[in-house]
């Protein structure tokens, strides 16, 4: 008989993390209860920490918080949930669309009128939604799951700047998101330019196949593009960075006809001052990128499953559940790239 209590973080108020028991959940009829056993900890956590974003809950509704990397082991499934069973080692989708407005029915699912997020994985068990949920096979493991969410983002955003062989890509940021971005290039046969301020990254980053890496700290980006291109500029911006500079250091090393892909969000929110002529005479697209689609997912499952895309590399840091304040505290100072909380001990 399984255990009535669990541990889950609480965010009281901003930076405030506390750890409390509360009851464990029961699934709904299209819903599966998880065993945790890993959940990676994303700059959207953080920002929730610090209190910034569209929607911060506080107390009692915080719990389990923003958590959406999470994969685990099914322990109980609700009435009308048949793709899984109980012992299943699963990864999560967070987003559960209607499959009936607008959006839905142009294969936008990321903008569902009526999604509904699946969240809260800082916690020993989740509800997850039954019908997107994948089986992982055994050479999958439970913190390498915690990347198709991510990656899946990611794929949004290769496909949405519409990348050719052959096409020059630079991608600003040299995190964990831009490692992802750099692997998704190589794919589609890219030259890629990776663009960071932290040496250490930047050679992980060459390990998996950026073409050149420059260090923002240490040359003039702008001078070192030009020289790069025959002083033509890149076909393709990927910008996998928060911040009003980064955009503004796309914009100087984009060329003609070039599309500019802004993928992080940013908080505090900025205002970029543009020149329009740059953009109508070089005719430059300036395109966001959000969230996943079904599709997306199921083929950054794949992507991570045949070793196509390598993300054992960029995991840095390991924390139980009852350090997750280290674990975020990591992810703020940048230490290493990326950091997992584990709710359980007992994973292979």
Known sequence: MMQEKM????????????LKERPIPSPGRNEVLIKIMACGVCPTDIRYFLGYGRHVFYGEESYGLTGHEWS???VDVGGEVENVQIGDRVVIDHIASCGRCRYCRRNLSNHCMNKKYYLRGYAEYGLAYGPTLLKLSEKVSFEEACFVEPLSSCINSIERASISM???VAIIGDGVIGMLHLQL????????????????RLEISKQLGADHIL???EVNIHDEILNLTDSLGVDIVIVATQGANA???SLKIAGKNSRIIIFSGTYPEESVSIDPNKIHYSEISIIGASEHNVRQFTTSFRLIEKGLVKVKP?????????????????????KGLKTIVRPHEDVE
């Open 314 to 334: 960029l995991i840095s840091n390991i924390v139980p559940l009852k350090e997750i304040d280290k674990a975020f505290k990591m992810v703020m100072e940048r």
């Open 215 to 217: 260090n923002s700290r």
């Open 166 to 168: 052959g096409e020059t």
């Open 247 to 249: 955009l503004e250091t």
């Open 185 to 200: 290039a190589k794919i589609r046969a890219a030259e890629v330019i990776m663009i960071g301020h932290h040496n250490e």
């Open 72 to 74: 685990g082991v099914v």
């Open 7 to 18: 541990l889950a973080a609480y965010l009281i108020s901003p930076r405030n993390l506390v």
